[in-house]
């Protein structure tokens, strides 16, 4: 029985090679890049709830924070949940409530939340647009699962595609889109000072160490300090652009 389960999901590689055996080598590839993106996806999806824990705070069912056009459907879902929490908590308070949310909830929550709400979150990761920063996050949301449910990462198209034209004129992304989404990952990173080392190195160290595997897209063109450069020059654009005055 495991044995077809593996053979199953060896299928997701067709179109990249035939060989059984290789197969299985870009299955354990596709397993080290889910390994390593999930701690990125993790601390930032923390990070988002950490915000709107302490810019929300215990007004986070209120009415009157929510935009018009979504209202009903959120008092729905808002209810329909602490219906949910009761049965597991004696009470539900902000930290309860957001740490309950899936991904998709809490990007979702933060969408319909009005925009003088917002403004102090996204000022904290240094947006300036709230369509970026949703567009980024409904991107990473769908990364995230992905991940989570140990889909094909490596052979694959993305269909989310994140706002940001300047990204991919830069690196030519329309064949891979998945270097946008290390890309992002990594401004990300960077302005939330978890540790120095680059996501993109890791995964460069990955492929390293696959030696008898084709060249996938663009990973092993690009040089590591290259990327670490241009990281730094999106990194700084954030920071100069920013009119919230928002400090940490």
Avoid at 12 to 21: A, F, L, W
Avoid at 187 to 208: A, C, G, P, S, T
């Amino acid at each position: 029985m495991q044995n077809k389960v593996i053979l199953r999901k060896l299928e997701k590689y067709n179109n990249v090679s035939e060989d059984i055996e290789e197969k299985y080598e870009f299955y354990l590839l596709d397993l080290e890049i889910k390994k390593i993106l999930f701690k990125y996806l993790e601390i930032l999806e923390d990070s988002l709830k950490a915000q709107l824990v302490k810019n929300i705070g215990n007004d986070f069912l209120d009415e009157n924070i929510f935009r018009e056009k979504f209202l009903e459907k959120r008092k729905k879902f808002n209810s329909e949940k602490i219906e949910e929490l009761q049965k597991r908590y004696k009470k539900i308070d902000e930290n309860i409530f957001f740490m309950e949310l899936t991904f998709w909830e809490l990007v979702r929550y933060f969408k319909d939340l009005k925009n003088e709400f917002k403004e102090q979150i996204i000022g904290f990761y240094w947006f300036r647009k709230f369509s970026i920063f949703e567009s980024w996050f409904f991107s990473i949301r769908y990364l995230r699962n992905l991940v989570c449910h140990w889909e094909n990462i490596f052979n694959r198209n993305f269909w989310e595609k994140p706002l940001w034209k300047k990204l991919s004129k830069i690196f030519n992304l329309k064949t891979n889109d998945f270097i946008l989404y290390i890309a992002i990952l990594e401004i990300f990173w960077k302005i939330l000072k978890i540790d120095n080392e680059f996501l993109f190195e890791k995964l460069k160290k990955v492929f390293n160490k696959q030696k008898n595997l084709p060249v996938w897209g663009q990973i092993s063109k690009i040089e590591i300090e290259a990327w670490q450069v241009f990281i730094q020059q999106l990194y700084s654009s954030f920071i100069k652009k920013s009119n919230l005055n928002y400090k940490k």
